[in-house]
């Protein structure tokens, strides 16, 4: 009896389902640490009253969570750079910025991952397809920041 299945087909079926496990992986890990990241900055903003930006009514919370567009630039950073080093200097508003920014990161890293796995699998076609919609984001990215 001949099989219905081409012979290397089993091996071909675990390789996606690795593919699809790493990349859930990947989806997965991106989203607890960007949520946790968010929520020690939040945790810092509860903690200490203060934003390490612009001065606020330490008494009142709801203030502190607040967005405030009129505060005007340098009530929180915004470029990716500034929050980086925010952050490392322990400003809370920067520490959520960067679990804003882990999250974004998070699905591009995700189509970076599908380009290193087309290119592994020879498959010319989504590989050029995936490194077209990687280049779209990252171009966006760069471009969105100016």
């Known amino acids: 009896m001949m099989p219905l299945e081409p012979v290397g087909a089993p091996d071909e079926r675990g390789r996606i389902t690795r593919m699809e496990l790493a990349i859930s992986y990947v989806l997965r890990g991106g989203v607890l640490v960007s949520a946790a990241v968010i929520l020690y900055g939040l945790a810092l903003v509860a903690a200490t009253r203060d934003t390490g930006y612009a001065p606020i009514q330490p008494h009142h919370l709801p203030d502190i969570l607040a967005f405030h567009p009129a505060a005007g630039p340098g009530y929180f950073p915004t470029a990716p750079a500034t929050v980086l080093r925010a952050a490392l200097a322990g400003k809370p508003y920067a520490i959520i910025g960067l679990g804003m920014l ?8 995700r189509v ?25 984001l990252l171009v966006s990215m760069i471009v969105g920041v100016g």
Request: no cysteine.
């Open 102 to 109: 882990l999250l974004i990161a998070t699905p591009v890293l």
């Open 112 to 136: 970076a991952l599908s380009v290193f796995f087309f290119l592994t699998q020879r498959d010319w076609l989504y590989t050029g397809i995936t490194v077209f919609v990687l280049a779209v």
